[in-house]
């Protein structure tokens, strides 16, 4: 069992950058894939990014590839969001998770959520 706990968000202006770390508890985390998701208001949550439990393994949804690049450090128990040349559309709470199968349909242990808001 891992609980996820994100930090990193905050207020960027479009084009800026942010790193979003989600530190997860429990001794089985580096047999867990990792995933990043986003809710923005009034709409459903969404895919973001994925990795596997090595870190040989990523996916992206397409609205972030290419500005996107998620990673994990096992032995610190994080996992990390790199988001570059944000967007005003990338504003969301966005929440980390962890699932022992890489994309799974619904994983298992969520965080709490920690919001990015980018200004025009």
């Known amino acids: 069992q891992v609980q996820p706990v994100e930090s990193g968000g905050g207020f960027v202006q479009a084009g800026g950058s942010l790193r979003l770390s989600c530190a997860a508890s429990g001794r089985t985390f580096s047999s867990y894939a990792m995933g990043w998701f986003r809710q923005a208001p009034g709409k459903e949550r969404e895919f973001v990014a994925a990795i596997s439990w090595s870190g040989g393994s990523t996916y992206y949804a397409d609205s972030v590839k290419g500005r996107f690049t998620i990673s994990r450090d096992n032995a610190k128990n994080t996992v990390y969001l790199q988001m570059n040349s944000l967007k005003p559309e990338d504003t969301a709470v966005y929440y980390c998770?962890?699932?022992?199968?890489?994309?799974?349909?619904?994983?298992?242990?969520w965080g709490q959520g920690t919001q990015v808001t980018v200004s025009s």
């Open positions: 998770a962890a699932d022992r199968v890489l994309l799974a349909k619904q994983y298992d242990y």
